[in-house]
């Protein structure tokens, strides 16, 4: 069975991608093989200075690539609104949206300028909010695709409604399984309200098994006991390249059998690693109720009201 690579990304030109938290990491892959397959990409991230040095990693390797640097924070709704009053300002169609940024496992609460905790408000609400806000410039382009990027710690995981952010008994692992999940119910709801009002425009949700990237230093690798300093060393041993995880999100990007609504994952062991392939969430995560209560919440929280 021939596996789906970088390689069999279709030619991109004329496209716009935003990726979100695309200077390392998955993030980073992803804009790479874009930006060789054509596309343009602007590298949304919250530190300019990595941004730019991720855009001349690109351009040394593809130096005709059409790459552009913004600011955008995901822990700030003040931030993101900002970023889509400049992208909406400058009147370009959005064909690609990568809903990648994200924070794993704090060791400590921490919480956003809004107030909400730090992984639920970084990666759910910051990306609710991005997306809803950029509609309009996502309608205006022929086959859009929002992607949104899991993990497979979605399972076990539960959107506590009574205190989502985690003010009591806060866990650093059941509160990253929370946003991991928050962002699988976002993507399956948000493909079956266009499915009626704006068929054209995909809602695709992926995960890249377990990837050697800067996620587990910057989290759990916070803490300086024995399983922080443990945990990106396990990680590098049993995880796959960066590179290869961000195969999963290039195939939900760019495949054209990617479909509204579907999964897809690393298709090794225990979805770890290897090729992309279609997955299953856990059962919990297609529950359309729930996928409701969560989108009229976080409609409430982030003020962003989606308009089809
Ligand atoms: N690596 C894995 O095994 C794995 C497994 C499952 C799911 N995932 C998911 O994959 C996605 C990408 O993570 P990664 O593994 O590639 O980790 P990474 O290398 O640490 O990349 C995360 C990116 O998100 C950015 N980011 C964090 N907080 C942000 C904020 N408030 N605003 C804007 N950008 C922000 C980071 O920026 P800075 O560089 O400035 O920190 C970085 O660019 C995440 O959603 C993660 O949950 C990863």
């Not at 995960?207 to 916070?222: E, I, K, M, R, S």
């Amino acid at each position: 069975m021939s596996h789906w690579t970088a390689g069999d990304i279709p030619a991109q030109p004329g496209k716009l991608a935003v990726i979100t938290g695309a200077n390392s990491g998955v993030g980073f892959h992803a804009a790479l093989e874009l930006a060789r397959a054509a596309a343009q990409v602007i590298l949304a991230c919250r530190n300019l200075d990595k941004a730019e040095a991720a855009r001349r990693r690109i351009l040394a390797q593809v130096p005709d690539a059409q790459v552009e640097t913004a600011l955008l924070d995901l822990a700030s709704l003040a931030s993101v609104r900002a970023f889509a009053d400049k992208f909406l300002a400058q009147q370009r169609s959005l064909d690609l949206l990568i809903n990648n940024a994200g924070v794993m496992a704090l060791p400590t609460r921490q919480v956003t300028p809004d107030g909400f905790e730090m992984q639920f408000g970084t990666n759910h609400l910051g990306h609710f909010a991005l997306t809803g806000l950029l509609l309009p410039a996502i309608f205006a382009a022929p086959a859009p695709r929002i992607v949104t990027v899991s993990s497979i710690a979605h399972r076990g995981g539960h959107i506590r409604f009574n205190d989502l952010q985690w003010t009591r008994g806060y866990k650093p692992w059941p509160a990253y399984r929370q946003s991991k999940l928050a962002n699988l119910y976002f993507a399956f709801e948000l493909a079956r309200r266009l499915q009626t009002a704006h068929p054209n425009v995909a809602s695709i949700a992926v995960h890249p098994g377990v990837a050697t990237t800067n996620l587990f230093a910057a989290g759990p690798g916070q803490k300086k006991n024995l399983a922080g300093i443990l945990a990106p060393i396990v990680i590098s041993i049993i995880g796959q390249s960066d590179a290869q995880g961000a195969l999963p999100t290039l195939y939900g990007a760019t495949a054209p059998q990617a479909q509204s609504g579907h999964f897809y994952g690393s298709g090794g062991f225990r979805q770890m690693r290897g090729y992309p392939v279609e997955v299953r969430a856990e059962t919990p995560a297609y529950d359309e109720a729930i996928a409701a209560q969560l989108w009229q919440v976080s409609e409430d929280l982030t003020r962003v009201q989606y308009s089809f």
